[in-house]
């Protein structure tokens, strides 16, 4: 609001370090990065481009004092990346925009925790040859931290896989393991933190966007829908389910759950996979005829599930236990407003 | 962070919203809007894609006492269509990052509020052909309104307007006039607001980005750099003539006052007009060769000083006054963090 007329030492520095630690490297995609009006991109010739946007916004998407600041900026970028994933596309660039309170950058501490922050999500970019091309910074208006990142990523024209593509009798897939998630960020309230590293034994702060396999859904033309789960599997189903006018049918026996959830007790643990949330794995669907390899890029593939014809007498999700009974199972995932 | 387990109503009223604020229009450009994990945009053939993010945050950017929703709206979606003008391009579609306080949803006011923010945004969205096609919603982590708008545009491949490729000897021009932004600020401020609607008397409130008149340089090929006026003469100039390794001196006489600014004392307007920010106006560079038109698009272009090569004993800007004195021009417009 107010045009204060303060050096711009704290900003200049911000946007050195981030220059420094995202220095424009090698991408054939980024004609020019960070420090113009725009960054321009040139996306692969024959290909369509597929954007994104997410926030992460302190006491909401993360707490400082429950998160290390590389997750929170390994976090910070996975969203961005499992939504590229999803759509079995590929990452060109991504752009920052954030938020810091002053003292973020005048205190040690919180050049600190910068330094870490950067360090995290430059982890993750680096992995997935993905350059921050650009963004804005400002002060931000109270005492949080404030985070949206922007991913762009191209696919061949009119292969993006989409929510909507399902159709009744396709099997449904879940990339890796289910609710580590929620059973890591239980452990972490309580403070039982593990000191090991690795999205295995860390599946809430350092989640593993799955790009190769999204990238090889598309290629091998396997998947007739996907969407990652950020929001929980219950959730998630029924954004596919209602885009793609099917139902589902879901075999709780077969869901492939994490470790980590063995902590719990088995009704938490089922909890934990059907509407914990943030395990940034695919879901997707595939013609029962499509034969789907037990592993891609090294990540375990498991049929959960089948998509039947919509029916208005039958529950839009529906989640058959090992007795052979079954029971309607509700959308409980992460909702974003909370009245 | 914590998994609610509330109805969605808030968030599913407010994509509902959004949804039928920005119906699914006729562009060519946006094959997915909202509603998938991405959005997908196919731009025009032979063009290469710019991208710019630009926060709109509350208290930093906005005051809700003193900007009316329809205003946050519009300089929200402004910010960024003003980046691409001053690369010369085209907007292709917009994206909103939206966190709002949980009474925005809930309470008619807040509602009220939400809807002539959209409106404001609709209405410059329209005038622009910019579709809305995805983004991110939150629930504020205070009870403050944060916005990310991202803007995606394309241009001719190879031809997009930088801030790097200006010359010694080449014309500085500026479209429009200055100060007027922060002349109503400072009539807001203290509450001698115009009741009269229009770019011309509310250049704080409605900004007009200039897409015409950058679409017109690119095609004509007329400039040799470009940089819009978000922060302010001093601080813009100065970031083109260091991309460009020029520096410049300006002509006091020749700048563009804006009507508003003769409410103010001569020093005052001067200020204004130099330092102010916000008028969204484009500065350019022009070889002394190229006849620049003195209007484009009905928007009066003026002459207001001149490149030189740079010399270290010489301040990157000098500021000439009528008398036929020279001053150093200091970079003294908005600066985005204040240590």
């Known amino acids: 609001m107010s045009k204060k007329k303060a050096e711009p030492a704290g900003e200049l520095a911000l946007i050195q370090q981030i220059r420094s ?126 985070a949206d990142i922007i991913l762009i990523g191209a696919a061949p024209t009119g292969r993006s896989l989409r929510r909507s593509g399902a159709r009744a009798g396709d099997l449904l897939y879940v990339t890796g393991s289910l609710g580590g998630a ?19 034994v860390h599946p809430h702060l350092f989640p593993q966007p799955r790009l190769s396999v999204g990238a090889y859904l598309l290629h ?41 959830t063995s902590r719990l007790d088995p009704q938490q643990a089922m909890h934990a996979a059907l509407n914990g949330g943030e395990d940034y794995e695919l879901l997707f669907a595939a013609d029962p005829g499509t034969p789907i390899p037990r592993r891609i890029a090294g990540v375990p593939i498991t049929s959960i599930g089948t998509l039947l014809p919509r029916n208005a007498r039958k529950p839009l999700l529906t989640l058959r236990t090992a007795d052979g009974s079954s029971a309607p199972l509700r959308a409980a995932g992460w909702e974003h407003f909370v009245s």
Chains 1, 2 share one sequence.
């Open 21 to 146: 630690t995202f220095p424009a490297g090698r991408s054939t995609a980024v004609t020019l990065g960070i420090g113009d009006d725009c960054a321009i991109l040139r996306p692969p010739g024959g290909q369509e481009v597929v954007v994104t946007t997410d926030f992460t916004l302190e006491n909401r998407h993360f707490r400082r004092d429950l998160h290390p600041a590389s997750s929170v900026g390994h976090r910070c970028l996975a969203r961005g990346l499992s939504d590229i994933a999803s759509m079995g596309a590929k990452p060109l660039a991504a752009f920052l925009s954030i938020a810091l309170p002053g003292t973020m950058l005048t205190t040690a501490r919180g050049r600190q925790w910068m330094a870490e922050f950067f360090a995290g999500m430059r982890s993750l970019a680096r992995r997935h040859n993905t350059p921050l091309a650009g963004g804005d910074t400002s002060q931000s208006p109270g005492d949080l931290i404030l």
């Open 182 to 200: 929620h059973a890591e960020l239980t452990a972490l309230k309580t403070k039982r933190r593990s000191q090991a590293r690795g999205s295995e």
């Open 220 to 260: 091998h033309r396997l998947a007739t829908a996907a969407i990652d789960l950020s929001d929980g599997l219950s959730t998630d189903l029924t954004h596919l389910c209602e885009s793609s006018r099917v139902r589902a049918e879901v075999d709780a026996a077969a869901l492939p759950l994490h470790p980590l």
